[in-house]
């Protein structure tokens, strides 16, 4: 949809927020910048990580460096089009570029 940013429409469709009260958002490609990525992980509440089909190995590393559980992410693949996922990291799907994951943290004493 024109004026709608992908990861806006990714989140709605999942229905899940990207924030809520005081929280941090960060809006990160996947690709080559390994460094802006893990901080986002390290610093902010949620994270949006764009471009993620290649990367969910990666990904999935990564969060486990910041100590973020698996199932604290949502995937969007696909949004709107033929084939569309929403679901967690499945590492027996091939992704699309047009991917999307939404990260959000335990917050306070969750688990």
């Not at 990714?10 to 910048?33: F, N, Q, T, W």
């Amino acid at each position: 949809v024109p004026g709608i940013t992908s990861f806006c429409s990714a989140a709605a469709l999942a229905k899940i927020s990207l924030m809520m009260g005081s929280e941090g958002l960060a809006v990160v490609p996947s690709l080559k910048d390994n460094e802006l990525l893990q901080k986002a992980m390290d610093d902010f509440h949620n994270v949006v990580i764009m471009k993620a089909g290649g990367s969910m190995e990666r990904i999935e590393q990564m969060m486990a460096a910041s100590n973020i559980p698996l199932d604290r992410a949502t995937v969007v693949s696909r949004a709107g089009m033929d084939g569309q996922y929403i679901g967690p990291i499945d590492k027996s799907r091939k992704f699309s570029y047009f991917t999307t994951i939404v990260i959000k943290k335990p917050m306070g004493g969750e688990i």
